[in-house]
C-alpha cells in the first residue's frame, strides 16, 4: 500500500452506506480488484481491509439487539394491556402493532443470526 497516497474519507460506517457508494470508494483504492462483481458484505470485508477496522462480533451485537427487542415487547404489551383496561382502544391497537413489529425483528434477527 502506498504511504503518500490517502485514502478517501468515510463519511459514514460501511453498513450504513449504499453499495454504490461502497463501489465508489472501493474504485478510488487500486488494492481492491473486481469490485463490480462484489456483493454489499464483500466490499465492506474489502474496505475494513484496507483502512484497517476491525469487524465487531455479530454474534455479540444480534443478541444484545435481540435482548433489547424483547424488553421493548414486554413494554409495549403491557402498555397495551394497560390501554385495554382503560377502554383506550387506539392506544391498546398502537401499542400491539408496535410489540407485533419488534417481535417480528427479532425473528429477522434470529435468523441473521443462524446465517452467520
Do not use: C
Request: hydrophobic share 35%.
Amino acid at each position: 500500500m502506498d504511504e503518500a497516497r490517502e485514502l478517501p474519507k468515510l463519511e459514514k460506517k460501511l453498513e450504513k452506506m449504499t453499495i454504490k457508494e461502497l463501489r465508489e470508494i472501493a474504485l478510488q483504492i487500486p488494492e481492491i480488484q473486481g469490485v463490480h462483481g462484489m456483493s454489499k458484505e464483500e466490499l465492506i470485508s474489502a474496505l475494513r481491509k484496507v483502512y484497517g477496522i476491525t469487524e465487531e462480533s455479530k454474534e455479540v451485537s444480534i443478541s444484545t439487539k435481540v435482548k433489547e427487542l424483547k424488553q421493548k415487547v414486554k413494554k409495549f404489551k403491557k402498555l397495551a394491556e394497560e390501554a385495554k383496561q382503560n377502554r383506550d382502544f387506539k392506544k391498546y391497537e398502537r401499542y400491539r402493532k408496535l410489540a407485533s413489529n419488534f417481535k417480528k425483528k427479532t425473528r429477522k434477527l434470529a435468523k441473521l443470526a443462524k446465517k452467520a
